[in-house]
C-alpha cells in the first residue's frame, strides 16, 4: 500500500502550496500519474478517500492525467507505445528499451480560492 | 498571470468572473479571488531529497550503500550472514535491517559482529529516505565501509522508495517461481544487480533458470545476473567479487 504514502506526499505538497497562495480552499487539483509509474488507480483513490479527510484535499475535484507509457528502442531507435516494462520493440522485436514516458507522478496545478 | 492582461505579477494565473472589466486602469471590478497555482512538483520529490542528501553523505564518506529488496524468505539476511563472516577483516560493513516488527534480523547481524541498527516500520511496506537518514545518524557508519539497507520483504512498494544508494540488488530464490520478474516488474526495472539464491534446491524444484533470466532481461536490459546458493556456497565468489568491484570503483581518484 504504497499508494497511501503517495496521496499523504500530495496532501504535503498542496497544503504547502495553499498555505502559500494564502488559499482556504482547494477546489481541484491536476495531478500527471503515468500509467507504468506503480501506483494502482484502485489503491490510490481508496486511500484518498481516507486520507484526505480534515485535509485542504477533503473536497477536492481530482484531475488525473493518466499519461500513457512510451518506450525508446536503443538498437533501431524506434519509438512506441509501451503497455509493459518487459515489451519488446514491435520493429526489430529487441528488448534494448528504454523508458521515455509513462513513470510521471505529479502535481501539475491547483485550483484555490482566497477568502 | 491573467491571460488577457497580465495583471498578476507573482507568475499565478487568475481567473475572473464572466463580466469581469478590463479598464485602462488595470483595476478588477468582480474578481473572485479564485487563481491557478502553478505546481508542477513532483510527487515523491521530498522523499527524493532526503535520498539524494543521504546520498551526498554516502559519496563524502566514500560509503557503499546497497539497497537489499525482495519478497519475504528469499534469503537476504542470511545471505548478509553469510557475505559479513566470509569477508570480515577484508571489508568494513554496516548494516539497516528494515522489517515491521521484531529485531530478529538485527539480532542475527549482531551476532556476526557487525554494526547493525533496526528500522521497524510498524505497518509500513517499505523503507523511505527519512527513515534511513535517522538510522544513519544513529549508526554513523565509517568511512569507506560498504552499508547494507534490507528493505522490508516486499517486491512491490520499496521499488518507488530511493533511498540514496548507490546500487539497487534485488534477491529472488529458485523456490519462487521463474515468472517472478514478469510478475514484478517494477522492482527488476528498478535494480541494478539480480541475485537468483538457493540454487542448490535446483534438482527438487521445476525452476527455469534460463526463462527467468531472460525474463529479468526483457524487463531491463541493464540488470547484472549472479546465481549463487548460501547454503552451498556455490557462487558466492561471484558476489564478492562483484562487492569489491563496487567498491573499488566508490574510491575517490
Redesign the interface.
Known amino acids: 500500500?504504497?499508494e497511501l504514502?503517495?496521496v499523504m506526499?500530495?496532501i504535503?505538497?498542496a497544503q504547502q502550496?495553499?498555505a502559500?497562495?494564502s488559499?482556504t480552499i482547494v477546489?481541484e487539483i491536476e495531478?500527471d500519474i503515468g500509467c507504468l509509474s506503480?501506483v494502482e488507480m484502485n489503491a490510490f483513490e481508496f486511500a484518498w478517500q481516507q486520507a484526505v479527510k480534515q485535509t485542504v484535499l477533503e473536497n477536492t475535484v481530482t484531475r488525473i492525467n493518466r499519461i500513457a507509457g512510451k518506450g525508446k528502442c536503443?538498437d533501431c531507435e524506434n519509438i512506441f507505445s509501451l503497455e509493459?516494462?518487459?515489451d519488446?520493440c514491435p520493429d526489430c522485436k529487441g528488448?534494448?528499451?528504454d523508458?521515455i514516458e509513462g513513470k510521471e507522478?505529479?502535481?501539475?496545478?491547483?485550483?484555490?480560492?482566497?477568502? | 498571470m491573467c491571460a488577457t492582461c497580465g495583471c498578476d505579477a507573482d507568475g499565478n494565473v487568475t481567473m475572473h468572473e464572466p463580466g469581469h472589466q478590463h479598464q485602462p486602469t488595470h483595476e478588477h471590478t468582480y474578481e473572485l479571488h479564485k487563481k491557478v497555482v502553478h505546481v508542477e512538483k513532483d510527487i515523491l520529490q521530498e522523499n527524493d531529497l532526503l535520498a539524494q542528501r543521504n546520498r551526498g553523505y554516502f559519496d563524502a564518506k566514500n560509503i557503499l550503500a546497497l539497497n537489499l529488496v525482495s519478497s519475504p524468505g528469499s534469503g537476504k539476511t542470511s545471505l548478509l550472514e553469510r557475505t559479513l563472516t566470509d569477508l570480515k577483516g577484508q571489508l568494513e560493513f554496516a548494516v539497516i535491517e528494515g522489517d515491521q516488527q521484531t529485531t530478529n534480523d538485527a539480532d542475527r547481524i549482531h551476532a556476526t559482529g557487525t554494526k547493525v541498527v533496526q528500522i521497524n516500520t510498524g505497518k509500513g511496506c517499505h523503507l523511505d529516505a527519512h527513515m534511513v537518514l535517522h538510522a544513519v545518524q544513529g549508526m554513523k557508519p565509517k568511512a569507506d565501509s560498504v552499508l547494507f539497507i534490507e528493505n522490508v520483504g516486499n517486491l512491490v512498494c520499496p521499488a518507488m522508495f530511493d533511498l540514496g544508494e548507490k546500487e539497487r540488488v534485488v534477491i529472488i530464490s529458485v523456490t519462487e517461481g521463474d515468472d517472478k520478474p514478469l510478475k514484478y516488474p517494477d522492482m527488476f526495472h528498478s535494480s541494478t544487480l539480480c541475485i537468483i539464491n538457493k540454487t542448490d534446491l535446483l534438482p527438487y524444484v521445476p525452476f527455469d533458470m534460463e526463462k527467468v533470466k531472460a525474463n529479468a532481461k526483457k524487463i531491463n536490459h541493464r540488470l547484472e545476473i549472479i546465481e549463487l546458493s548460501c547454503t552451498s556456497g556455490q557462487g558466492l565468489q561471484q558476489w564478492y567479487d562483484w562487492l569489491k568491484e563496487k567498491v573499488l570503483a566508490a574510491e575517490p581518484a
Open positions: 500500500m504504497h504514502s503517495i506526499s500530495i504535503d505538497i502550496q495553499a502559500k497562495a488559499a477546489e495531478m506503480t536503443l509493459n516494462l518487459y519488446a528488448y534494448l528499451v523508458v507522478l505529479r502535481v501539475k496545478s491547483l485550483v484555490v480560492t482566497r477568502k
